[in-house]
């Protein structure tokens, strides 16, 4: 799987076209260290920042190895 780097600003956006339908990843705000970011996704897309699922990761595979 490669990566695509790309750079955005302000209420510019980045669409990904799936079987599902379109994301469109927009860049709404940098304040800061932080930037947010709109996502319009089809209702069926589950959509989670990385720390938390790599927290649930953690979690199951302490659970599966108790």
Request: with cysteine; hydrophobic share 40%; aromatic share 4%.
């Amino acid at each position: 799987m490669g990566m695509a780097i790309l750079s955005r600003k302000v209420n510019e956006a980045i669409i990904i076209f799936t079987k599902e339908g379109e994301i469109t990843i927009r860049m709404i705000e940098k304040s800061g260290k932080k930037t947010y970011f709109g996502i319009d996704a089809p209702a069926s897309m589950k959509i989670c920042r990385e720390e938390l699922v790599k927290r649930d990761i953690d979690e199951q595979n302490k659970l599966s190895t108790s």
